[in-house]
C-alpha cells in the first residue's frame, strides 16, 4: 500500500510502530467494540484494531487507499469511500455507541469534531490524533492563551484528556508540527444544558472575534450592558476570562428573549 502521499488530503503516514503500539494500547479495542476510523490510509492503526476482533468501518476520501483497503479487508470490514465531512453519522447508531478513532488530517480536524459532536449520535468515546496546539486549545481553561470557541465547544459535549505527544519523526512526510493523542468521553449530563447550540456559536464567535476587548465592548451586539450586569458577568472581563456555564447563561438568555 505505498501509493504517494497526496498533501491535499493531509496525508502523514504513521511508521514508527512504538508510537502506533501506544496508540492501540491507549484505545484498547476488544471484541465487543464497534471502531470507527476516519482515514485510515494506508492502515497503520487499522491492521491492529482488525486484528483484536472488534466490528470495523473506515472512512477514507482517497479512492487509491480505499481500493487497497478493499483488497486487504474484502469482507469483514466496512469501508465508506467518501468525505467524512459529508459522512450522516446517524446511519452508525448502533448498540454499544460506536468508538472513533483517527490519525486525523489536520485541515479538517476542527470542522469534524463540530460535526461529530453536533450529530446527535451517542458516541463510547474518540480517540484522535491532532496538531498539537490543536490539543492544547481543546483542554485550554479559562484565563489562558488557547482558551476559546473549541475549548468551550468540546468540553460542553465531552470530558477532554490529552494522552500523549507525538513527534513529526513517527510520520512520513513528517509534519513541520508536533501532534498529540487526545481522548475525548462524550458527558452523559451536561450542566447548565445549551438551549440553542447556534446561538451559543454566534456568541463565542463574536466573543472570541475581539478576545482583547473588554466583555462589554465584545459581546456588545448580543447582549446590553444592564443584560450582561443582571447576569452577573463581569463587564470589564475578556471574553476569555469567562467560563463555559457563563457564556452557556448568556445563550440561553439571548434564546429565551428571541423566543
Ligand atoms: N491513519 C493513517 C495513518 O495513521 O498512517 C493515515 C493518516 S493521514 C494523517 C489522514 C488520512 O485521512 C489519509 O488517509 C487521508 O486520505 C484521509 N482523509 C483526508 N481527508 C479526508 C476526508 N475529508 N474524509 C475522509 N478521509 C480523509
Redesign the pocket.
Given at each position: 500500500m505505498n501509493t504517494r502521499?497526496?498533501k491535499?488530503?493531509?496525508?502523514?503516514?504513521?511508521?514508527d510502530p512504538g508510537i502506533?503500539d501506544q496508540i492501540i494500547t491507549a484505545i484498547n479495542p476488544g471484541p465487543d467494540d464497534h471502531i470507527l476510523?476516519?482515514?485510515?490510509?494506508?492502515?497503520?492503526?487499522?491492521e491492529q484494531l482488525s486484528r483484536s476482533g472488534c466490528r470495523l468501518t473506515l472512512?477514507?476520501?482517497?479512492r487509491d487507499?480505499v481500493a487497497s483497503l478493499q483488497h486487504k479487508y474484502p469482507q469483514d470490514v466496512t469501508i465508506h469511500s467518501?468525505?467524512?465531512?459529508?459522512?450522516d453519522f446517524t446511519l452508525l447508531a448502533s448498540s454499544p455507541p460506536i468508538r472513533v478513532v483517527?490519525?486525523?488530517?489536520?485541515?479538517?480536524s476542527t470542522p469534524?469534531l463540530f460535526r461529530l459532536f453536533a450529530s446527535g449520535t451517542t458516541f463510547r468515546d474518540f480517540t484522535f490524533?491532532l496538531q498539537l496546539e490543536v490539543v492544547k486549545r481543546i483542554v485550554a481553561e479559562p484565563s489562558t492563551s488557547g482558551y476559546g470557541r473549541l475549548s468551550i465547544m468540546s468540553q460542553y459535549f465531552c470530558d477532554p484528556e490529552m494522552l500523549f505527544e507525538v513527534p513529526p519523526t513517527a510520520?512520513t512526510p513528517a509534519?513541520k508540527v508536533n501532534s498529540a493523542i487526545i481522548r475525548l468521553t462524550p458527558r452523559m449530563t451536561r450542566n447548565p444544558t445549551v438551549k440553542n447550540l447556534d446561538v451559543l456559536e454566534h456568541l463565542l464567535i463574536t466573543a472570541f472575534s475581539k478576545r482583547r476587548k473588554t466583555v462589554r465592548n465584545a459581546m456588545s451586539s448580543c447582549l446590553s450592558q444592564e443584560e450582561l450586569l443582571f447576569l452577573n458577568i463581569d463587564t470589564k472581563a475578556r471574553p476569555e476570562n469567562l467560563t463555559p456555564a457563563e457564556f452557556i447563561h448568556c445563550a440561553n438568555f439571548i434564546s429565551t428573549r428571541e423566543g
Open positions: 502521499a497526496r491535499r488530503f493531509g496525508q502523514n503516514f504513521l511508521t502506533i476510523e476516519i482515514g485510515p490510509g494506508r492502515g497503520a492503526l487499522t472512512i477514507e476520501i482517497d487507499l467518501q468525505d467524512v465531512l459529508k459522512f483517527g490519525n486525523l488530517p489536520y485541515n479538517i469534524l490524533m510520520f509534519p
